[in-house]
């Protein structure tokens, strides 16, 4: 029997096309990004090769820099209301081919294969009546027009309410499964930001398109954008999805890294079982932000493994945000550290030990709670912006034992440090906003 965590027993390990490419991806650019994974990356994990927004524009980008999401732009669609790629950009699209030839290339790479849709049913569809496969029933019948993205003017939501509603998402993920397509990433759905008073407004289309992915009978990563999600409907999140954002857009800003650790320590019960709460793309690298002016992310290497190490001990999705051709030696370093790696895929029970202006600490297991001879990671982070000492005795970490010796391992450095007795005291110099990951055994 079909079940929507089969399709990520791991947070999902990947790259987005957002973070560098903004609305602009074409599929040779698409291609050259997945030979990189295939080639340099995929054998530490990283499978996932997702186009984000508006591939079915063919004029994105046209008013760069001054606007962003073209207004009522008249995107590509088929005859039943459902988006199909820009055959300008996604030359192999052509002749309702869709994204098969492109996903059926990622795949022949080992990969796997992942679009972005809005939430909701193009207002293009709406305003011209067009057909519902399968019904009777038009576009502007199931549409929304109350239901409305804050940042895009592409789509209405879809009243779930109305006769047809569940067969239109029903066939455009029927559409996505005859594609290949392994994962989805579904935007203005996890908080509805147009609607403070109501964040979670979209509730009765969530479940709407986990209905349509399990009647597709392909499993498909459910990632739900944007952020931040809404603690008080996690049982829901978790019910029928796989991913969804705790926070809005991150960037490369250190107010905003630092602020990850209160959400991280928000949703730590949370993670586990197919169920990934998700700190967003990691901006390493080269970026696009500005829709479409190149420039150096912001962050120090210090940040980047901050960055990198929350990501991996909290257990979140790894998205790279970058041009992957563009990696320079030290990042694909930082991406390929399979001591680290292994505590993104293996850990479990990760939580907060501590926190406050100048320091912060993440426990997490080799096994599935605290128990005699089982790895220990700790991760220590220095929030101020100062070098300096970070301390943790040892006694405070569930599941040492203070009359044992604890071989110690830097996982970064991948190299062993200095045995210590469970009732020592652990201490390290870290440079301003970096971190150390210590693997701790007997």
Request: hydrophobic share 40%.
């Amino acid at each position: 029997m079909y079940s929507k965590n089969d399709a990520a027993p791991r947070p999902p390990m990947g790259w987005n096309s957002y973070d560098y490419y903004n609305t602009m991806v074409n599929e040779a650019q698409v291609k050259a990004n997945a030979d990189y994974m295939a080639a340099n990356l995929k054998e530490f994990g990283w499978e996932y090769v997702v186009i984000d927004i508006q591939w079915s524009d063919p004029d994105a980008g046209r008013l760069n820099p001054d606007v962003q999401y073209i207004p009522f732009s008249h995107f590509c669609l088929d005859s039943y209301s459902r988006q199909i790629p820009a055959p300008n950009r996604f030359p192999s699209s052509k002749d309702g081919k869709g994204f098969k030839p492109l996903a059926d290339y990622i795949h022949g790479l080992g990969l796997k294969f992942g679009i972005h849709i809005m939430r909701g049913i193009p207002r293009r569809a709406a305003h011209e009546h067009m057909r519902l496969l399968g019904t009777d029933v038009t576009a502007d019948m199931i549409a929304n027009p109350f239901s409305i993205s804050r940042w895009n003017g592409d789509m209405y939501g879809v009243d779930m309410r109305r006769e047809g509603a569940q067969a239109y998402y029903d066939s455009i993920f029927a559409l996505y499964a005859s594609w290949g397509v392994d994962y989805v990433k579904v935007d203005d759905i996890c908080n509805t930001n147009m609607y403070p008073h109501d964040p979670y407004s979209a509730e009765r289309e969530i479940e709407a398109i986990a209905a349509a992915i399990e009647k597709s009978g392909r499993p498909m990563v459910l990632s739900l954008s944007p952020g931040p999600a809404v603690i008080e409907k996690a049982w829901h999140l978790e019910k029928y999805a796989n991913m969804w954002r705790i926070t809005d857009d991150f960037w490369d800003d250190w107010d905003l890294l630092k602020a990850m650790f209160e959400r991280c320590e928000v949703w730590q019960r949370h993670v586990g079982g197919g169920n990934w709460p998700d700190c967003d793309m990691l901006p390493f690298g080269k970026l696009g932000w500005g829709w479409g002016r190149e420039r150096v992310s912001n962050f120090t290497r210090a940040e980047e493994r901050t960055m990198l190490s929350l990501w991996s001990i909290f257990r979140s999705p790894l998205m790279i945000g970058t041009d992957l051709l563009q990696l320079d030696d030290e990042v694909k370093a930082m991406l390929t550290n399979r001591e680290l790696l292994a505590v993104h895929a293996s850990g479990h029970g990760a939580f907060q030990l501590m926190r406050d202006e100048r320091q912060c600490i993440w426990i997490s297991y080799g096994g599935g709670c605290p128990a005699a001879g089982q790895e220990i990671y700790a991760a220590l982070f220095n929030l101020s912006d100062g070098d300096g000492e970070i301390s943790l005795p040892l006694r405070e970490i569930p599941g040492i034992r203070g009359d044992a010796s604890y071989r110690i391992r830097d996982v970064w450095q991948g190299k062993d440090l200095f045995p210590l007795s469970g009732d020592a005291l652990l201490s390290l110099e870290l440079k301003a906003h970096d971190a150390a990951v210590l693997k701790l055994s007997q």
